[in-house]
């Protein structure tokens, strides 16, 4: 046996607890399952390939009424070309046509003018990049004519010398030391 001096030392491990998961009841476990089960059998049901919305192609297109709207907005409650032209949409898109082909139908149909927006080729460009080059060349413009006032208005003034110039006569001079003096 081994006599020491020294008392012994406890190893004292701080034993970690276990949060312990609740256990559910069977039946909330079973509707549980239910839902999830609902949810994939809607899910699987569902269509492919679904029709596109109208307003994939009614947002592309310019009613032809006279109104200039886009036809999804058209004001006219009794819209005479908007009303069949939104039935033939939706009619071709849910025939399989795509949004695409139904606006190049229309195209060739009324030309280009039945775009809400110019195509972003050949000249149409400009009606893209113009309002841009239009701000930065005023952007540029205002810099410079900043610039210029601000030389304008710095090289007007001349910068005289006090002693080059005659501020008052003599007499105005002495005038003004006498009240300078009766003042104090």
Same mark, same amino acid.
């Given at each position: 046996?081994?006599?020491?001096?020294?008392?012994?030392?406890?190893?004292?491990?701080?034993?970690?607890?276990?949060?312990?998961?609740?256990?559910?009841?069977?039946?909330?476990?079973?509707? #549980?399952?239910? &839902?999830? @089960?609902?949810?994939?059998?809607?899910?699987?049901? !569902?269509? *492919?390939?679904? +029709? $596109?919305?109208?307003?994939?192609?009614?947002?592309?297109?310019?009613?032809?009424?006279?109104?200039?709207?886009?036809?999804?907005?058209?004001?006219?409650?009794?819209?005479?070309?908007?009303?069949?032209?939104?039935?033939?949409?939706?009619?071709?898109?849910?025939?399989?046509?795509?949004?695409?082909?139904?606006?190049?139908?229309?195209?060739?149909?009324? #030309?280009?003018? &039945?775009? @809400?927006?110019?195509?972003?080729?050949?000249?149409? !460009?400009? *009606?893209?990049? +113009? $309002?841009?080059?239009?701000?930065?060349?005023?952007?540029?413009?205002?810099?410079?004519?900043?610039?210029?006032?601000?030389?304008?208005?710095?090289?007007?003034?001349?910068?005289?010398?006090?002693?080059?110039?005659?501020?008052?006569?003599?007499?105005?001079?002495?005038?003004?030391?006498?009240?300078?003096?009766?003042?104090?």
């Amino acid at each position: 046996m081994r006599s020491s001096t020294h008392p012994r030392r406890r190893v004292v491990r701080a034993s970690a607890k276990v949060a312990s998961r609740p256990v559910l009841p069977w039946p909330a476990m079973l509707l #549980g399952a239910v &839902v999830v @089960a609902v949810a994939a059998l809607l899910f699987i049901a !569902m269509p *492919a390939s679904a +029709a $596109p919305p109208v307003s994939s192609v009614a947002d592309e297109l310019i009613c032809q009424c006279g109104c200039g709207s886009v036809l999804t907005v058209c004001p006219h409650q009794e819209c005479g070309w908007g009303i069949p032209a939104k039935q033939y949409i939706g009619q071709q898109l849910e025939a399989g046509r795509s949004p695409e082909d139904l606006v190049q139908y229309y195209v060739d149909e009324y #030309g280009e003018q &039945v775009l @809400a927006a110019p195509t972003k080729r050949g000249f149409n !460009m400009v *009606a893209w990049v +113009a $309002p841009f080059a239009a701000l930065i060349i005023g952007a540029v413009a205002v810099y410079f004519l900043i610039g210029v006032w601000a030389r304008r208005n710095g090289s007007d003034t001349e910068t005289v010398s006090v002693r080059e110039t005659d501020l008052a006569p003599e007499s105005l001079q002495r005038r003004l030391d006498d009240e300078l003096r009766e003042f104090d």
